[in-house]
């Protein structure tokens, strides 16, 4: 039988947005093992923890102070164990986030370091005298402004300065110092030991830099997918085969699923050879337009990257870094049409061969939140670049459970969330979706629950040119890109198996209208 992973259906839960048990507005371990029931019924196989680590939420958890510790904002250890427990017993796979490049400012490390110029424990990290009174090289924080931050000495004089590619609280790790490998090693133990079923590897592609540092030439940005002298170096492929060798240690296929923006898919493929890591997201797809031409090219190149390595192919279309795709892939201003094509967005990929990764609240086909106001927002690069740059809390926002007016249940009481919940959401709560056949929450629930009737290898069927159809095994998945509908022989009424809008049938045939995706029996 093929591992669980192969196939698996992952579920991003952004801890602090989730749900929250103590009533400060901030969701927390508790209050995601308090969900576990809701994200079994939903039909997902694993759950994705963003980090919920001991540290300042300089950049929402991915700057670490202690990466075996909980931060109290979150819990505690034994809340953290107790989520496990119940999702395991529940069926549910349990990954947490790793985050290797970059420590918190605040680490012990770092602190060392800063108080001991010119010593040893410089080492982990990367400081550098300056250039010419500036920094180091040109390189730019993916957050905005230079990449370096220059110190003071003890004695007050300005001292070396050191590379964050991030904000200047979260200082890049010196992979090469044997020390930093070691660490992380622990730490992987650490959390194999407490029963995790593996790990989602923040800024895999970033770990090893080029050497010498060399500038860049130009500047780059957070999503970015070219080659630059600090991504997607030859070196990281030596760390992920020294952890495959310590997860292959562990009984019962623990994991880990690279975040790494290759350049191309092939160079993404590498992340996932037999002997490095099990999965990479595929950031191809999610950044690929709504246009068939384009799905389709980027459907079969994954495919044959990914096979080349024997790796399965993996599919997503939000995070909680980019805008969600129920608004990303509406034109300008038209959220009706934005909602259909992500429901058939949705249907198409969880049709696709290989894992998917959701991300909390796209069950519920929730809008990006576009207007936060400046003073709510968190995310570091929206002050960094003085309000142009930085739009990731619009994804962040408290998810919606129950009731009429914030907090939807989020919160136990009253306290504002700590991102602002929409006035108008009430109708996208779980409990208003529950039930009701034609709202995207079951839509989710019906596909997942169907999902396994696609089996086997996608073989494209012949179509319209603004039509996607293939088969796989006895099933087969139509989506309908154009902006006229589309009719296709399904064979009947009782052949359609799910739809991710009104279909309407004739005999054997379905005229399926645009944005609209459908799968059917053979
Ligand atoms: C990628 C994470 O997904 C993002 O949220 C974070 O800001 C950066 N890595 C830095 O850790
Ligand atoms: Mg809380």
Known sequence: MAPWWRDAVFYQVYPRSFADSDGDGVGDLPGVRSRLPYLRSLGVDAVWLSPFYLGPQADGGYDVEDYRAVDPLFGTMADARALIADAHALGLRVIVDLVPNHSSSRHPWFREALASPGSEHRARYLFRPGRDGGPPNDWQSLFGGPAWTRTTDPDGTPGDWYLHLFSPEQPDFDWTYPAVAEEFRSVLRHWLDVGVDGFRVDVAHGLVKAHGLPDHGVPTHLLDLTATPFWDQDGVHDIYRDWRRLLDTYPGDRVAVAEAWGPTLTRTARYVRPDELHQAFNFHYLTCPWDPVALRAVIDDSLDAMSAVGAPATWVLSNHDVVRHA????????????????????LLMLALPGSAYLYQGEELGLPEVRDLPPHTRQDPAFARSGGRDGFRDGCRVPLPWEGAEPPYGFSPHGTPTWLPQPSHWGGYAVAAQAGDPTSTLEMYRAALALRGTLRGDLAWLPSAPHVLAFERGT???????????????????????????PVHHDGGHTSVPPDTAVWWRA
């Open 327 to 346: 608004t990303r892939l509406a034109p300008e201003a038209d959220p009706g049409t934005g909602l259909r094509r992500a429901r058939a967005a949705t």
């Open 475 to 501: 099933a087969r998945c139509a989506v309908n890109l154009g902006d006229r509908p589309s009719t296709i022989h399904t064979g009947g009424v009782d052949h359609v198996l799910i739809a991710s809008g």
